[in-house]
């Protein structure tokens, strides 16, 4: 069974504990800057979108791949690097239309979220129920959808702050 990340905008509040929850797992760092989830805040807009990798079917990011260190998994279909091997040069961050792809400074590697195993520490820490973690055939029809439309509205001068 398949599951991916889903991001109900609307129950998101910004508050960042996902991205904390991230970091800590991930870096063991309270560095929100190593989240492999992002929150963009519209403050002007009134909304919050938390900015995840999509997993997608044909993923940019390994395309672009200098090293040919990216893929996709076979068996779960999860997008994955091997950083030990990445030089850093970030083609896949430029690539990746969701923003999803984090550099981490500390390392000087490119990560992304790996779905933490099958135990995703943004899901399990965010209090609104705003991310979850779902079989691919029971995800919200549109969420997707709605959260791409909440994300072409940040203007661009606003987007490379938050990659």
Known sequence: MNKRLQVEIDKCTGCGLCQLACAVKKSQQFDPSLARIKIYRSEAQGFNVPLIC?????????????????????????????????????????????????????????????????????????????????????TLAGARDAAAAKRSMIPDRERSRHG
């Open 54 to 138: 999509q997993q997608c079917a044909n993923p940019p990011c390994v395309t672009v791949c200098l090293m040919n260190v990216a893929d996709k998994d076979p068996n779960t279909g999860i997008t994955v690097r091997e950083s030990n091997h990445c030089i850093g040069c970030r083609a896949c961050q430029v690539a990746c239309p969701f923003e999803a792809c984090t550099y981490d400074h500390i390392n000087d590697v490119v990560v992304n979220c790996d779905l933490c195993g099958g135990h995703p520490a943004c899901v399990e820490i965010c209090p609104t129920g705003a991310l979850q973690y779902c079989d691919i055939s029971t």
